[in-house]
């Protein structure tokens, strides 16, 4: 143990974000008996994956900063814990970490992975000419999607290496098990057994298009009265979209959840999970779904067109043609055959492409190789 390869991740906050989902689940699976993980992360509110991450065998450590500068400057202390902890390599993740740690590898020389979760046309101008100017100094990009790999080289053209390692997500944790959890989310929030449920799992943010989201929810309930839609998730936009809520009278026929670190029973609650985005890296959320047998219906954001390649893995539309999404769904609810079809064919893709011990096998080979 005492030879262990220590791998510091840094990361702007742990809160329940795609990026953050990640670092737990890829710990459970990583071999502890060669690797010992370490997380700083710097918003001290967004925290919901520090127990889980503990509970995991991980080693956290806030270090509080109010805002982004304020987080540059706790450069110093990186430095010093990654003096007195030894550290093998840091894994940085999303473009304020990266920097930091960029600027930490200038500083001592320590190898820097760095995972870039999306794609670079979609940053504030400010965040894509800092990523431009300091990306080549770490030592390896990672995308977690050919689209987001693309978008490094187009955009940074970096002369550093850059590969794609793609998100996963762990389907033996996501697995459609339990027909109690299913009744019991659907009664806690007073939905019928029978009932045909619509959802989504994100943080409410604008690219997500929630707005959106409750428009095809509102379509779809016209249509049909035994639809019901479920979000779990929370952000800034929350109070806009409660209001674009009571403005469509939709009343309790979409439930709000709230944020929920425990995620699995809401999916085994869902018959289809919708997403509406107008851009994406390679949705963690989405691969919980297809893995929990969710059918999915999405726009052709990002990396959702890579996985959901082909109508026998899910249904998907143009982002500019988001209304077809309301047609697909009720699609879905009057062929009964089809949805069990895409239910389970969601789960094989992830299985046969998007496995997190796939993920992890890639990053501990990475790992070795770029160590100190």
């Known amino acids: 143990m005492e030879n262990r390869i220590k791998v ?11 990026a953050e989902m990640l670092l737990p689940e890829t710990l459970k699976l990583h071999d502890q008996t060669s690797y010992e993980f370490h997380y700083i992360y710097f918003l001290p509110w967004k925290n919901q994956m520090v127990k889980t991450i503990e509970n995991a065998g991980g080693l956290v450590t806030c270090l509080p900063a109010k805002n982004n500068i304020a987080l540059f400057f706790k450069y110093s202390k990186i430095r010093q814990y990654i003096k007195d902890h030894d550290i093998d390599l840091v894994h940085a993740h999303l473009p304020w970490a990266g920097f930091v740690s960029r ?110 989201w409750l428009e095809i929810l509102s379509t779809c309930i ?81 990396g959702i067109k890579e996985v959901i390649h082909d109508s026998s893995y899910g249904l998907t539309c143009e982002v500019e043609n988001w209304k077809e999404l309301a047609p697909l769904c009720l699609n879905l609810l009057n062929n009964t055959e089809k949805l069990t079809a895409l239910q389970h064919s969601a789960r094989l893709r992830v299985i046969d492409k998007f496995s997190m011990i796939t993920m992890v096998t890639q990053l501990e080979s990475l790992y070795l190789k770029h160590k100190k």
């Open 222 to 302: 016209q249509a049909n009265p035994n639809i019901y839609g479920l979000i779990i998730g929370a952000g800034p936009l929350e109070a806009e979209l409660k209001t674009k809520h009571d403005q469509l009278n939709l009343g309790n026929r979409v439930v709000f959840a709230g944020l929920q670190t425990e995620v699995k029973p809401y999916y085994e609650a869902m018959d289809v999970f919708m997403m509406s985005s107008s851009f994406e890296g390679l949705p963690i959320a989405l691969l919980e779904a297809m893995s929990m047998e969710c059918a999915i219906v999405a726009t052709k954001a990002g």
């Open 8 to 18: 510091l991740h840094i990361i702007k906050s742990l809160g329940r974000g795609g």
């Open 103 to 212: 600027f930490v590898h200038w500083l001592t020389g320590v190898p820097v992975l760095y995972t870039e979760h999306n794609l670079q046309e979609r940053y504030h101008y400010i965040t894509k000419s800092i990523n431009r100017l300091s990306f080549n100094s770490q030592t390896l990009a990672i995308g977690v999607s050919e689209d987001v790999t693309l978008s490094i080289k187009k955009n940074i053209a970096p002369a550093i290496q850059v590969q794609t390692v793609l998100n996963g997500v762990n389907t033996v944790s996501f697995e459609r098990t339990n027909t109690t959890d299913r009744q019991k989310i659907r009664s806690q929030y007073g939905i019928p057994d029978n009932a045909f449920v619509i959802g989504t799992v994100a943080v409410f943010r604008f690219q997500k298009r929630l707005d959106l």
